[in-house]
C-alpha cells in the first residue's frame, strides 16, 4: 500500500504530521493508498514558499504565462489515459467518464491560453485635459481551492488554471478521497513549464482547510462542495478579509411538458440522473412530469431503462455507472432510500437487491433506484442523496412545475423538456436556478462561459471558470495619470555647464 505525498516546491514531499487518510478502490472496497493529512504548519510553510514563488510568476509576461497552459494542455492530452486510469481507480466512475472528467477541466486550461487578451484593462485618453485613465489587472498573490471528490481531474483544473494564468501563485487543497489525479496534474503543470512553488498541493481534512481560512497571506479562496462546508468556508473566509467563491450541493428538477417527447426524455433522464452513480452536481435528481398522462408515460419509458442500467467495475466497457465513493456514502444513499419508502413514495425500481459483480464482492455498490410519487415534504425530496436514486415529482400543471423547482433551496442546474418555445424561454427567464438546460438534461457550460449556481449552490457573486474566474483572481488597480509638460514644451538640446 502506497503512502502520498504532497507536492511542495516541485518536490513530492512526505507528510510529517503523522495523520493520514484512507484512499479506497470503491470497487473492490480495499484500501489502496494512505494520503497524508497537513498540520496547520505544514500548510502555512507551503503558503510561506508559495508567496516567495509568485512575484516572478507574476512579472513573467502573460504571453509567456499562457505558453505554459499551452503545453499543459498537450501534457494533459498526452496522459489522459494515464490520469483517467487513476481517477477512476479512486472514485469509481467508468473510464470513459473519467475522461470526460480530464476534459472538461482541460478545456478550462485551453481557454486560459487566452490570458494575454482576457488582462487586459481599459484606457480612457483624455479623460480631462492632458490626463489620461487606464485600469490594469493584477494578481492577487497567493490564492487557494478547496475541492470535492466527485471531480478529482475536472475541478482542481478549473480553479487552478486561472488563478495561475493571472500569475496567482495556488494552494490546492483536494478532496482526501481521491488525491492521486490532483498530484499528477501538479508534476505535469511541472512538466509544462510552470516555476516550483507556484503550485503547491497540500493534502489534508479540516484542520488543513482551518489553516487555509486563517492564513493570512492567503488572498482568495475558490471551494466546491457540499452546502454546509461551503457557507462555514464562505463565511469564516469572508470575515478573514478574504475573497471567496463556493460552489456547493444541487438538487436538480427536470421538467418534462406533456409536449415532450418521451422517449428523449427518458434517455436523457436516465444518463443525467444515473451517469457517474449520481454523483455529479449537475445530476438531474428530480424528474417533474407535468399533467398525469406525462407522468404515466414517462415512467413507463424509465422502467426498463433503469432496469437494465449495468452497474459494474471502471474497466469493464459494459458498465454504465460504477460504485460510489465509500461506504459511508452508500450507507448514507441507503438511509434516504429507506426514508422515502416510510413515507409513502412508490419505488417502481427497487435497486436494494443489487449482487455485486463478480470478483468484486466488497464495493461499495448501490443499484438503480427509481421512485414515483414523491412529495415536497418528504428527506428524498428536500436533501441531496448524491446516488443512483431519480425521484418522480407529479405536477399538475406547468405553472406548480416552476413552483418546485424556484422553492427548492438548491439551485444549481434545470432543465425542461419541451417542443413549445414559449414554455421553454419563459422557463429560461423566470426560473431561479443558475444553469438552465433546454432539452438538454446536464447544462454544464462550457469553458468560455461561466458556472455557478443560485440560492443554497452557490455563494459569493463571481461564478466559476470563464470571463468571471479572470475577474475573481484579479484585482483592478485604476490609474489616473497627467504628465506636467516636459522637454517638447522648449527644453533645452544644448549641452551646457551648471549654474
Ligand atoms: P465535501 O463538502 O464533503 O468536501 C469538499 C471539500 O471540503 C474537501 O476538500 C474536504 O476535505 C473539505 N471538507 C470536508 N469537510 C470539511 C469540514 N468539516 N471543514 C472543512 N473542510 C471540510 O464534499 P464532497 O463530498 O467531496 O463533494 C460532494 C459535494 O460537492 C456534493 O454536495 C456536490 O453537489 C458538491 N459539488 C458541487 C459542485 C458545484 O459546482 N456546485 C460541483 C461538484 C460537487
Same mark, same amino acid.
Given at each position: 500500500?502506497? $503512502?502520498? #505525498?504532497?507536492?511542495?516546491?516541485?518536490?513530492?514531499?512526505?507528510? =510529517?504530521?503523522?495523520?493520514?487518510?484512507?484512499?479506497?478502490?470503491?470497487?473492490?472496497?480495499?484500501?489502496?493508498?494512505?494520503?497524508?493529512?497537513?498540520?496547520?504548519?505544514?500548510?502555512?510553510? !507551503?503558503?510561506?514558499?508559495?508567496? !516567495?514563488?509568485?512575484?516572478?510568476w507574476a512579472a513573467t509576461n502573460p504571453q509567456r504565462r499562457a505558453r505554459v497552459m499551452m503545453e499543459f494542455v498537450r501534457?494533459l492530452?498526452?496522459?489522459?489515459? =494515464?490520469?483517467?486510469?487513476?481517477?477512476?481507480?479512486?472514485?469509481?466512475?467508468?473510464?470513459?467518464?473519467?475522461?470526460?472528467?480530464?476534459?472538461?477541466g482541460l478545456e478550462v486550461i485551453e481557454f486560459c491560453i487566452g490570458a494575454p487578451q482576457l488582462l487586459k484593462g481599459d484606457f480612457t485618453d483624455?479623460?480631462?485635459?492632458?490626463?489620461?485613465m487606464y485600469s490594469m489587472r493584477q494578481p492577487l498573490?497567493?490564492a487557494?481551492?478547496?475541492?470535492?471528490? /466527485?471531480?478529482?481531474?475536472?475541478?482542481?483544473l478549473w480553479k487552478m488554471g486561472p488563478a495561475l494564468a493571472c500569475g496567482n501563485?495556488f494552494?490546492?487543497?483536494?478532496?482526501?478521497?481521491?488525491?492521486?489525479?490532483?498530484?499528477?496534474?501538479?508534476?505535469? *503543470?511541472?512538466?509544462a513549464g510552470l516555476?516550483?512553488?507556484?503550485?503547491?498541493?497540500?493534502?489534508?481534512?479540516?484542520?488543513?482547510?482551518?489553516?487555509?481560512?486563517? /492564513?493570512?497571506?492567503?488572498? *482568495?479562496?475558490?471551494?466546491?462542495?457540499?452546502?454546509?462546508? *461551503?457557507?462555514?468556508?464562505?463565511?469564516?473566509?469572508?470575515? /478573514?478579509?478574504?475573497?471567496?467563491?463556493?460552489?456547493?450541493?444541487?438538487? /436538480?428538477?427536470?421538467?418534462?411538458?406533456?409536449?415532450?417527447?418521451?422517449?428523449?426524455?427518458?434517455?436523457?433522464?436516465?444518463?443525467?440522473?444515473?451517469?457517474?452513480?449520481?454523483?455529479?452536481?449537475?445530476?438531474?435528481?428530480?424528474?417533474?412530469?407535468?399533467?398525469?398522462? #406525462?407522468?404515466?408515460?414517462?415512467?413507463?419509458?424509465?422502467?426498463?431503462?433503469?432496469?437494465?442500467?449495468?452497474?459494474?467495475?471502471?474497466?469493464?466497457?459494459?458498465? $454504465?455507472?460504477?460504485?460510489?465513493?465509500?461506504?459511508?456514502?452508500?450507507?448514507?444513499?441507503?438511509?434516504?432510500?429507506?426514508?422515502?419508502?416510510?413515507?409513502?413514495? =412508490?419505488?417502481?425500481?427497487?435497486?436494494?437487491?443489487?449482487? *455485486?459483480?463478480?470478483?468484486?464482492?466488497?464495493?461499495?455498490?448501490?443499484?438503480?433506484?427509481?421512485? $414515483?410519487?414523491?412529495?415536497?415534504?418528504?428527506?428524498?425530496?428536500?436533501?441531496?442523496?448524491?446516488?443512483?436514486?431519480?425521484?418522480?415529482?407529479?405536477?399538475?400543471?406547468?405553472?406548480? !412545475?416552476?413552483?418546485? !423547482?424556484?422553492?427548492?433551496?438548491?439551485?444549481?442546474?434545470?432543465?425542461?423538456?419541451?417542443?413549445?418555445?414559449?414554455?421553454?424561454?419563459?422557463?429560461?427567464?423566470?426560473?431561479?436556478?443558475?444553469?438552465?438546460?433546454?432539452?438538454?438534461?446536464?447544462?454544464?457550460p462550457l469553458a468560455y462561459h461561466t458556472f455557478?449556481?443560485?440560492?443554497?449552490?452557490?455563494?459569493?457573486?463571481l461564478n466559476q471558470h470563464g470571463p468571471d474566474a479572470f475577474r475573481f483572481y484579479t484585482r483592478t488597480k485604476t490609474v489616473?495619470?497627467?504628465?506636467?509638460?516636459?522637454?517638447?514644451?522648449?527644453?533645452?538640446?544644448?549641452?551646457?555647464?551648471?549654474?
Open positions: 500500500m502506497a $503512502d502520498l #505525498t504532497h507536492w511542495i516546491d516541485g518536490k513530492h514531499v512526505q507528510g =510529517k504530521s503523522g495523520r493520514f487518510a484512507d484512499v479506497f478502490n470503491p470497487a473492490t472496497g480495499e484500501v489502496q493508498a494512505r494520503v497524508p493529512l497537513a498540520s496547520k504548519a505544514e500548510l502555512d510553510a !507551503a503558503v510561506a514558499s508559495a508567496a !516567495a514563488a509568485q512575484p516572478a501534457l492530452n498526452r496522459d489522459m489515459d =494515464k490520469l483517467a486510469e487513476a481517477l477512476s481507480k479512486e472514485h469509481g466512475k467508468t473510464f470513459p467518464d473519467a475522461k470526460g472528467d480530464v476534459q472538461r483624455g479623460a480631462g485635459p492632458g490626463i489620461d498573490g497567493v487557494a481551492g478547496i475541492t470535492p471528490f /466527485n471531480f478529482p481531474a475536472m475541478i482542481p501563485a494552494i490546492l487543497k483536494p478532496s482526501e478521497r481521491d488525491p492521486s489525479v490532483p498530484l499528477m496534474l501538479a508534476e505535469l *503543470a511541472q512538466e516555476p516550483d512553488g507556484v503550485l503547491q498541493v497540500v493534502n489534508g481534512d479540516k484542520e488543513a482547510v482551518d489553516a487555509i481560512l486563517d /492564513n493570512e497571506t492567503i488572498q *482568495a479562496i475558490g471551494f466546491v462542495g457540499s452546502t454546509p462546508i *461551503a457557507q462555514y468556508i464562505y463565511g469564516r473566509g469572508c470575515s /478573514n478579509g478574504k475573497r471567496v467563491q463556493c460552489f456547493g450541493g444541487a438538487k /436538480n428538477h427536470m421538467i418534462v411538458m406533456p409536449d415532450a417527447d418521451i422517449d428523449q426524455a427518458a434517455d436523457a433522464l436516465v444518463g443525467a440522473g444515473y451517469g457517474a452513480a449520481g454523483e455529479r452536481c449537475m445530476a438531474i435528481s428530480v424528474a417533474v412530469p407535468v399533467g398525469k398522462e #406525462t407522468a404515466d408515460r414517462l415512467i413507463e419509458a424509465l422502467v426498463p431503462r433503469v432496469e437494465r442500467l449495468r452497474v459494474g467495475p471502471w474497466n469493464d466497457e459494459s458498465s $454504465d455507472y460504477g460504485p460510489v465513493v465509500t461506504a459511508a456514502a452508500r450507507e448514507n444513499i441507503m438511509r434516504l432510500v429507506q426514508s422515502g419508502i416510510d413515507a409513502g413514495a =412508490k419505488l417502481v425500481v427497487d435497486g436494494r437487491d443489487m449482487k *455485486a459483480p463478480q470478483g468484486y464482492d466488497q464495493g461499495f455498490w448501490v443499484g438503480p433506484h427509481l421512485f $414515483d410519487d414523491v412529495t415536497p415534504d418528504m428527506e428524498i425530496y428536500r436533501k441531496e442523496i448524491f446516488g443512483p436514486v431519480l425521484s418522480t415529482v407529479r405536477a399538475g400543471s406547468y405553472d406548480e !412545475a416552476l413552483k418546485l !423547482a424556484m422553492d427548492h433551496e438548491y439551485g444549481n442546474g434545470t432543465a425542461i423538456f419541451t417542443r413549445d418555445g414559449d414554455a421553454a424561454r419563459d422557463f429560461a427567464a423566470r426560473v431561479n436556478v443558475g444553469m438552465i438546460g433546454i432539452n438538454v438534461p446536464i447544462p454544464v455557478g449556481g443560485w440560492k443554497k449552490s452557490g455563494f459569493g457573486d489616473t495619470s497627467r504628465w506636467p509638460s516636459g522637454i517638447k514644451e522648449g527644453g533645452e538640446f544644448n549641452f551646457k555647464a551648471m549654474e
